[in-house]
């Protein structure tokens, strides 16, 4: 029975099939130590002065994610001064949003990112005049109440309201929480319909991991016919116009033991990112990237989020793997391009190059080491598969290609 089959049918325990530890949670808020500290002004003058999103709307902001992750690997007081005095350079103040919102009229402007924050404001006020404080309520029932729950457009915006609201979790931070919820408010798109409408899911004549299927995709021949590098504003269209074909790859994803399936899947995810890679190239691709971040967030969120809602959450992300797969031409997946002999080089040098390499300020490239060493550390690394990739990554990057 196809893993998708099973999923519709039942015979797969949905939930409770994904039961990972939490991982390690730093609540820098009350942690006295003087890094904790820093890092916690950093992120509240982060979300007093900058707004999530800015250049005409169209950039992230990443100041909390590289903090964040430069702060897990290590880095003290001085660096993540540093770091912030660098990420603010672009970013912009917050501007008044054309109305406030309330009860009534709060998901009639999901996706309008000039209200931006007149959706903190309003998360902000239910946090503290109807939740008591409990961040973690106000995201409940935001994410998972309705027909159509936020949480199944965490993928949209290149999946930065699923990477921001992982850190939200990881670091125990309000302020992180309702940023999060802004950016899933504003960052709504037509992707959440695939989970929303559950005629979209259905069985499929594929069958197999996330690997395998990513391969196939490289040489079916159907795809073919499909736009050559595509804006990003032409990728509803292209879904809309294959939907057929892309939905035979979503629904083909074997889900019969979706722990194992997730640990897979996490691979393909770096495998994304530095497979494709041809040594020497250097052409470590800034949206194949994201793949893995979000593969993190999924990771961290999982035992956090409901159990009959974490299959839906993976399979979310595996819908913004195929898209983004296809935006970025389906590029070939060789294992051979990740080193074999990394000269007994280890998690240390690694974290090393997170901190102190040119590129310690480029929040991406930090993020995806800290992913990285994250998957290693939940699933074991006896072959170093994750370590060599990482090492691999930070041996030959250069830079992003687009």
Known sequence: MSGILSYLTGTTDRSGSINLPSVEIHNVETNPDRRARCLKHLLKANHVNYSVVYHNLQYDNHNPHIL???????????????????????????????????????????????????????????????????????????????????????????????????????????????????????????????????????????????????????????????????????????????????????NGWNLDDPQKQFELSQEAAVALLVATVRPGTHSFNFVLVHLLTTSHAVRILLPFFPKQHRINLVREWWLLVIAMFIMKGRPTIDPDNVEKDIKQKHWGYVEEKALKSPYATDAHYVKAIRAMKEAARTWGDVHEHYLRAAVTFVDNFHGWTF
Not at 117 to 124: G, K
Not at 156 to 165: A, E, K, S, T
Not at 194 to 212: F, I, M
């Open 68 to 250: 964040c992750s430069a702060y897990l690997l290590g880095a003290d007081q001085e660096h993540l001064n540093h770091i912030y005095d660098e990420q603010i350079k672009p970013l912009e103040s917050w501007r008044p949003s054309p109305a406030e919102l309330n009860d009534l009229d709060w998901r009639d402007f999901l996706g309008d990112k000039n209200y931006q924050r007149a959706y903190l404001d309003y998360f902000e006020d239910k946090l503290a005049m109807e939740f008591s404080y409990d961040w973690k309520k106000v995201v409940e029932h935001f994410m998972f109440e309705g027909d159509q729950p936020l949480y199944h457009g965490l993928i949209c915006g290149l999946g930065h309201p699923l990477i921001h609201l992982g850190y939200a979790y990881e670091m125990d931070n309000k302020e992180l929480a309702m940023e999060a919820l802004a950016l899933t408010a504003v960052q709504h798109c037509f992707l959440n319909k695939y989970l929303d409408e559950k005629a979209y899911t259905k069985p499929s004549p594929l069958n197999g991991p996330p690997l395998e299927l990513l391969n196939k995709m490289c040489s079916d021949k159907r795809f073919d016919s499909l736009p050559k590098n595509p804006e990003f504003d032409e990728l509803e269209s292209i879904l809309e116009k294959h939907e057929d074909l892309v939905l035979e790859y979503w």
